[in-house]
């Protein structure tokens, strides 16, 4: 039974075989504009890790106070980036979509949106939903 339990462990079978994401890692928010201005944190809003085609964000209000998490999937085509919430501190997002572009240039990840909001059933719906398309975000990857 353990030499079944360690081949099944050590098989690389699905495991590598998917071309890894640029993006994949931490990130730390460093730099969040909203409606062309610069909003200043009392600490950073955000940190977002993506592993294995999830996500996963912690963010904060400007205050410094909790504001959300959430988890799920995500796709990269091109230049876009699509993250759909499967977890969600708030249970009204659970199961939506937004669509952000995306540049990353060395350790730094720019995303701009957000360019499409998805409903559960997958229709489309207003981006202003989630705030419009209103948003620069620049994170830096978190390295120990």
């Known amino acids: ?11 690389k079978e699905g495991i590598g075989n998917k071309k890894k994401s640029p993006i994949e890692g931490n990130w730390l ?11 200043v944190p009392v600490k950073s809003p955000q940190f977002k890790t993506f592993l294995d085609g999830y996500f996963n964000i912690f963010m904060y209000n400007p ?17 876009k980036y699509r993250e759909t919430f499967e977890f969600e501190s708030n249970p009204t997002w659970i199961g939506y979509s937004d669509e952000q572009e995306w540049e990353l240039k060395g350790d730094t990840l720019v995303t701009k949106g957000f360019k499409k909001v998805f409903d559960r059933q997958g229709k489309l719906t207003p981006a202003e939903t989630w705030g419009g398309d209103s948003f620069v975000e620049k994170r830096v990857r978190v390295k120990r």
Do not use: Q, R
């Not at 039974?1 to 098989?11: G, K, P, V, Y």
């Open 1 to 11: 039974m353990l030499s079944t339990c360690l081949a099944c462990s050590t098989s």
């Open 29 to 39: 928010l460093v730099e969040n504009v909203v409606n062309g201005k610069l909003v």
């Open 63 to 79: 205050d410094g106070s909790f504001h959300g998490a959430g988890a799920g999937p995500y796709d990269i085509d091109g230049n």
